[in-house]
């Protein structure tokens, strides 16, 4: 643990440094400047002054209310709350800005992932893969429609599904692939959309993180057979609680709509009586002031886009020489990221052995928010409940059901690595921030570098 008395230090060195100002009027320059940089360069925690301000950081959501309110109190005051006309538009802005031909506005982005998977007939008995290193949604929605996730580890070098891996992962139960652009970079769709062509599976993308991201200049979202998006408080997107099924594919479109509208008729889903649900169905369809708020958030997309853009290249830059951190590598063929999160291993060998723990606490002493991000989601207890539910008793095979032969048969070693030792994220909106924010950042790094045994002594004391 790190000691109490440090922030006394800490106290110390700031009210010396208070007095160089005047002391730099005496002419006692070239001294007082070795005295400042070797302050500066004493770790936060160990008592030197920090990187960066924390509350410097950009505010999440941005909400302008002489731009952003005009449109949301119309809908309020107008008493038209459900599902009408503002909705329509916002999936026509959604799709029009992915350049898909359609999208259909939900509830949130776990339903539209259970909505896909059940259109495309996902049900009880069938397997669909998914990568480990995701939010919990993902696994989520699988489950939800009866199905079985099946995980197919990552490559630690992008974070996303290693399409090397996925083969060996299908059997006659595979229906689908569920690639998950994770962190808001795109999954290796090229090898995953060839790989599902020849044994017939459907791709439906988890692009829950990935608003706008690209592939050779395809917006991610439409490149697999339907896209799901996320519009949740912290995603890039924000409306609080929303989400969104992007496809080309008109049938499945119109089966997507009526089954979020509790099975009545839409578009080319009708029905022999006029009126009353014709299927199966649920409802969760979105309002119409959220998707007012969607509209508003839509226009500030792009640009904070590019933003974060040019932030993680200019931050990977800067970090990238410092030994034991590794950046998020990008597949060639990428031509534009979302980053929802900006991500890096870290290499405790090269930090004298620092834990990450510490070294997080270093990062945020320096001012730099920080998080280990996600822990394993294939080896969790919610999976053996699920397993002992009725209908999974009555659907599956005794042996797909034991959970110990389940654990056995979802390793994913690189994922644990990552998620247990390796990962360290910063959150999209400290890419929103100015270049200098960006230097904070690799300063902050680089001095727990320097200062890493120093470190390490006294988080044992
Ligand atoms: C946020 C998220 C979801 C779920 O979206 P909600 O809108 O929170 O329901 C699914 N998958 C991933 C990868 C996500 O990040």
């Not at 999208?103 to 776990?110: D, I, M, R």
């Not at 889903?269 to 006029?274: M, N, R, W, Y």
Request: with cysteine.
């Amino acid at each position: 643990m790190f000691k109490k008395n440090f922030s006394r230090r800490a106290f110390i060195k700031q009210s010396s440094l208070a007095s160089i100002g005047s002391a730099l009027s005496l002419g006692l320059v070239p001294s007082l400047f070795a005295s400042i940089n070797k302050a500066a360069q004493t770790p936060a925690i160990l008592g030197g002054p920090a990187a960066w301000d924390t509350r410097k950081w950009p505010k999440w959501p941005v909400w302008n209310p002489e731009t952003d309110e005009k449109r949301v109190l119309e809908v309020l005051r107008s008493g038209v709350w459900s599902r009408a006309a503002v909705v329509t538009e916002f999936e026509k802005e959604w799709a029009a800005a992915l350049d898909a031909k359609r999208s259909l506005a939900v509830a949130n982005g776990t339903n539209a992932l259970i909505v896909a998977l059940n259109q495309f007939n996902i049900r009880g008995g069938d397997e669909v893969l998914v990568p480990p290193y995701t939010f919990i949604a993902t696994v989520q929605a699988v489950l939800a429609n009866g199905a079985m996730p099946v995980f197919v580890d990552i490559d630690p070098q992008t974070f996303q599904m290693d399409p090397a891996k996925i083969e060996a992962k299908i059997t006659p139960r595979t229906k689908a692939i569920l690639p998950v652009h994770i962190l808001g970079l795109p999954a290796d769709m090229d090898r995953i959309m060839a790989i599902a062509k020849k044994h017939n599976l459907v791709v439906i993308e988890d692009a829950c993180q990935a608003h706008l991201a690209e592939i050779n200049g395809k917006k991610v979202g439409t490149i697999g057979h339907a896209g799901c998006f996320s519009f949740q408080n912290s995603k890039n997107l924000p409306i609080g609680e929303a989400g969104a099924i992007v496809s080309n594919d008109d049938a499945f479109m119109d089966r997507c709509f009526s089954y979020q509208n509790l099975g009545l008729p839409y578009g080319s889903v009708v029905g022999s009586v006029g009126t009353g649900s014709i299927r199966e169905g649920t409802k969760v369809r979105l309002t119409e002031y959220q998707a007012a708020i969607g509209l508003a958030q839509l226009k500030r997309l792009d640009a904070q886009t590019t933003t974060r853009n040019q932030n993680a290249a200019y931050l990977k830059s800067q970090i990238e020489n410092i030994p034991g951190i590794i950046p998020y590598k990008l597949y060639d063929n990428v031509t534009r990221g979302a980053f929802h999160l900006f991500a890096f291993r870290y290499k405790k060998e090269d930090f004298k052995g620092l834990s990450r723990e510490d070294f997080l606490k270093a990062l945020r002493a320096e001012g730099i928010p920080c998080a280990s991000g996600y822990t394993t989601l294939n080896n969790q207890p919610f999976l053996k409940e699920v397993f002992q539910s009725k209908n999974y008793q009555k659907i599956y095979p005794k042996e797909m059901l034991d959970y110990n032969k389940y654990l056995e048969q979802n390793k994913c070693p690189e994922n644990d690595r990552i998620c247990n030792e390796e990962a360290v994220w910063f959150t999209q909106n400290l890419l929103l921030g100015t270049k200098s924010d960006m230097s904070a950042i690799a300063a902050a790094i680089e001095k727990t570098h320097k200062n890493a045994d120093k470190i390490k002594k006294a988080a044992k004391i």
